[in-house]
């Protein structure tokens, strides 16, 4: 099938560039400025779905800006791979950017035009990352996600923030950022070209596998928004930040574009035919393994709830990675529909934070006892979110967990049968406890008036939870996806 020709990629960014824009000219007009986020959201969202007809028919949206050096082009691809973190981006954008107003209003956050705008541009450089052509463009856009989402992080400008706001700039602009320019030159030199191929960018390349190995693993780390260890400990420094930007860097944009260039990197520039060749795929697995059990471990350890939301996260990520690197078509299937399904669910959990935040001031789970009778739908959201995270049906967790555990017997590699199946036991013990603690613990002395739902920050999380279970029951359209994606 012929590509479309299409300015809509450019499109879907530019309207998300545009609300930056708009909401920088209206700071003083605070009612209407807050309009244009979940306006533009729903634009974008509009665009990002009238591409999705003829990716789902196998077909391509192309779009050639200019070019930078020969064989290095500035230019957009709408496949199925960048349609699910597209779609994923764009539609939580819609909910992020009406849970933030009422998130920011309630605790009459400081400097929420600087908020809403660099929020915005971060939706603007994931959905172009999801819709680039090459690696060029890629990393273009990952490194203005990075840059745009620090002032986000660092929003309450406390010392906890300036620190925490260091370590992720260092992380994500410092240590990873040698790496992968060391990837794209070696790319580059190796196969003249730096766009993504079906089967792979360097399957066939005249180049030593030691070299291969190491650009491999320049990737991997040089990603480090896919928070695989050691490359993690900026994600939870990064839980500083208001709740609505934990959202976004757990659930929406940040990590989702760590794990989205990963796959990148494994489907399109060295494919699987040589991931498995070169042996990396059953290496990276041993990994990521260690990761997903040692990130929930620490998880089980941590009293904040959005620190043990944090290493949840990282645990869960390296789910997508495992996924792809078992090569079982299967897994593979698994592993990208995870970023749908953990996109819907976390988001909830970090919603669900935010909503007990504002009500209560409350961040530890120890404190939380009998706070479910006072907030039952936002803790009814965390326990439906929980068991997507654990994997229970009907919930979305459970598809991406099913394709996973069936990928993994499919593979032959029943030891990452056991660590999925580990981690679901570890999950339940880390999430299920703060349910039982809201709903069941002896009550906080505080008056049933003090503690209550606040709507404009409720409303948005009990849709998320609706989204993970109609995704468990109606998986079709990002299973399509995925299905697209492996072939």
Known sequence: MDPVISIRPLAAVTVAGLAALAVLLLNKREKLRDLVSPLAAIVMFAIVASMAPTVLAGGTVDLRLFEILPGIDFAFRVDALGMVFATVSSLLWIVAAIYSI???????????????????????????????????????????????????????????????????LVYLMGASKSALLAALALTYHVAG????????????????????????????????????????????????????????????????????????????????????????GIATAYLVSFTILMASVYALTRDDLKARLAYSTVSQLSYVVLGAVLLSPVAMVGGIIHIAAHAFSKITLFFCAGSIYCASGK????????????????????????????????????????????????????????????????????????????????????????????????????????????????????LALAEGVVG
């Open 102 to 168: 009422g998130y920011m209003r309630h605790l009459n956050e400081h400097a929420q035009t600087r908020f809403f705008a660099c929020f915005a541009t971060s939706l603007a450089a994931a959905v172009g990352g999801a819709f680039s052509a090459n690696l060029f463009t890629l990393v273009i856009f990952y490194e203005v996600l990075s840059l745009v989402t620090y002032p986000l992080v660092y929003h309450h400008e406390d010392e906890e923030g300036w620190k925490g706001s260091r370590k992720y």
């Open 193 to 280: 070209s730096l766009d993504f191929v079906a089967g792979g960018l360097l399957a066939g390349a005249d180049a030593s596998g030691p070299l291969l190995t190491v650009v491999y693993f320049c990737y991997l780390f040089g990603f480090a928004k896919a928070a695989v260890m050691p490359m993690h400990a900026w994600l939870p420094a990064a839980m500083v930040a208001p709740t609505p930007v934990s959202a976004l860097l757990h659930a929406v944009a940040v990590v989702k574009m760590g794990v989205f260039c990963v796959l990148r990197v494994v489907f399109h520039v060295f494919g699987v035919g040589l991931v498995g060749g070169l042996g990396l």
């Open 363 to 478: 961040r530890n789970i120890s404190d939380m006892a009998g706070i479910g009778r006072r907030l039952p739908w936002t803790m009814g959201a965390f326990f439906v979110a929980s068991l997507s995270m654990i994997g229970v049906p009907p919930t979305a967790g459970f598809v991406s967990k099913w394709y996973l555990t069936l990928g993994s017997v499919e593979a032959g590699e029943v030891a990452f049968l056991i660590v999925l199946l580990a981690s679901s036991v570890l999950n339940a013990a880390y999430f299920l406890p703060v349910s039982y603690v809201a709903f069941f613990g002896a009550e906080a002395p505080e008056s049933p008036a003090t503690v209550r739902e606040i709507p404009l920050v409720t409303v948005p999380l009990v849709a998320t939870a609706v989204l993970s279970v109609l995704m468990g029951i109606f998986p079709g359209y990002f």
